[in-house]
């Protein structure tokens, strides 16, 4: 073996496992394997859970409250490594988006990246968070549709998205916010929402995401309720159910199209389950009421989906569903065949959908110059040389 090789296996021996991204049965089982007892766990994970999700902890030996014995046992078995920063790229309206390497799960896969993006707005914050690396399905607008799947995210790697964006926003007890940027308003939670909207399917995940979203929920940490998390789906129909009566997030159904054969084209995935069984089961989500309305999200491609015959048939389709409509102008990406439909087409689309009685917000773009725009998600430095992912890896440490 050589030198270089020899050291490689080395470092990766060494290397210890994180704690932080646990959730509390894994991370019970992580201290009966360092030998804490069985009768102490319980007390032991509320103690950890606090330093880790409530303070945002990086050190074992910051935890006051935990015995010095076992803050040392700690940190001789574990860490409390984040997904690292690979890239930070900070769009012109406040956008944030970062690259973040996961490790590799199993010895001798290769690490890769993974995208999440924080969006800012005066009264609240939400962070788009990828469940997949990759994603299996082919929906043709999507950029990530692009990418094969590699692996689905552990349910740590979901968790670690949230604690990298807390740790570069400043939002831990005590934190500084970062100097010169757009951010909410003082006051306001920096973090108030999460959407499972970056690469992937998350239903396709269904455990990792339920997990983490326990986690990111749990109220004497990250504290994010249910409700300010929601899960779209390109509309894997038998996972629905599950979602809303085992996790209770609100809903986000990718339609795009009104009719089965467009949107067969658009999404093909709707050639498995097409749009009247997908209704059915937004119908009887769990919980699903006036006051936790299903989004629907309807991406505007230019003389394919975008004429007032649509947004009617739009509009008569989701009749009886409590709904929101959610409008997002396309996002382009080097290489697709479709276009954004025209600012004219996208209003008069909105008012048929408004005179129908639903608000119709047009998502507007955000983050498009730095590629942070709903599917315009993918791992960019797959493409890139190892010479050019140096040269990114030290603009990240010299930013
Ligand atoms: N896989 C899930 C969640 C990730 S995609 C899903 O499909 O719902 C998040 C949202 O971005 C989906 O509504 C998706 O259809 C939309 N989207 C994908 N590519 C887009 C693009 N290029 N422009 C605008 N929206 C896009
Ligand atoms: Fe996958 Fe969603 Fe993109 Fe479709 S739109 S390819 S389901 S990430």
Redesign the pocket.
């Given at each position: 073996m050589s030198l270089a090789a020899t050291l490689k296996t080395a470092e990766t021996a060494s290397k210890k496992p994180s704690l932080a991204g646990l959730g509390r049965v894994a991370l019970a089982e992580a201290l009966a394997a360092i030998g804490v007892p069985a009768d102490q766990l319980r007390m032991r994970v509320s103690q950890l859970w606090h330093w880790i999700y409530f303070r945002g902890t990086h050190d074992f030996s910051e935890m006051t409250s935990v015995s010095k014995t076992l803050r040392a046992m700690l940190a001789e078995h574990y860490t409390l490594t984040r997904p690292e920063v690979v890239v930070e790229q900070v769009s012109s309206d406040g956008t944030r988006k970062w690259l973040l390497r996961v490790a590799a799960e199993t010895p001798g896969e290769k690490p890769y990246e993974i995208e999440t993006v924080y969006i800012p707005e005066a009264d609240r914050g939400t962070l788009c968070v990828s469940s997949q690396i990759g994603?299996t399905?082919t929906?043709t607008?999507?950029?990530?549709?692009t990418q094969p799947l590699v692996r689905n995210l552990s349910a740590a790697e979901i968790v670690g998205q949230v604690m990298v964006a807390r740790d570069r926003l400043g939002e831990w007890p005590g934190a500084a916010r970062p100097e010169e940027a757009i951010l909410p308003t003082e006051g306001a939670r920096m973090i108030s929402n999460i959407v499972?909207?970056?690469?992937?399917?998350?239903l396709y995940n269904f455990d990792n995401v339920k997990t983490a979203i326990e986690t990111i929920a749990d109220g004497d940490g990250l504290s994010i309720g249910k409700r300010r998390i929601t899960v779209?789906?390109?509309g894997v129909v038998p996972m629905i159910e599950p979602l809303g009566r085992e996790v209770g997030t609100m809903l986000?159904?990718?339609l795009?199209a009104a009719r089965d054969e467009l949107r067969e084209e658009l999404?093909p995935l709707n050639k498995k389950y097409p749009i009247a069984e997908l209704l059915e089961a937004c119908r009887n989500y769990p919980g699903v009421s006036n006051a936790k309305r299903i989004t629907f999200?309807y991406?505007m491609l230019k003389g394919v989906n975008d004429t007032p015959a649509d947004a009617k048939a739009l509009v008569k389709l989701l009749k009886g569903i409590p709904a929101k409509i959610n409008l997002?102008?396309?996002?382009?990406?080097p290489g697709?065949k479709y276009e954004c439909s025209d600012w004219e087409t996208i209003e008069r689309f909105s008012e048929i959908v408004f005179n129908a009685g639903y608000a119709s917000p047009v998502r507007t773009p955000r983050g498009r110059d730095i590629l942070a725009?709903?599917?315009?998600l993918k791992s960019e430095t797959q493409k890139l040389s190892a010479r050019e992912r140096m040269a990114l890896r030290a603009m990240a440490m010299t930013d």
């Open positions: 994603c399905l929906c607008f999507c950029h990530t549709g499972f909207m970056g690469m992937g399917e998350p779209s789906t390109s986000a159904v990718s795009h999404v999200e991406v997002i102008p396309f996002n382009p990406w697709t725009a709903c599917g315009q």
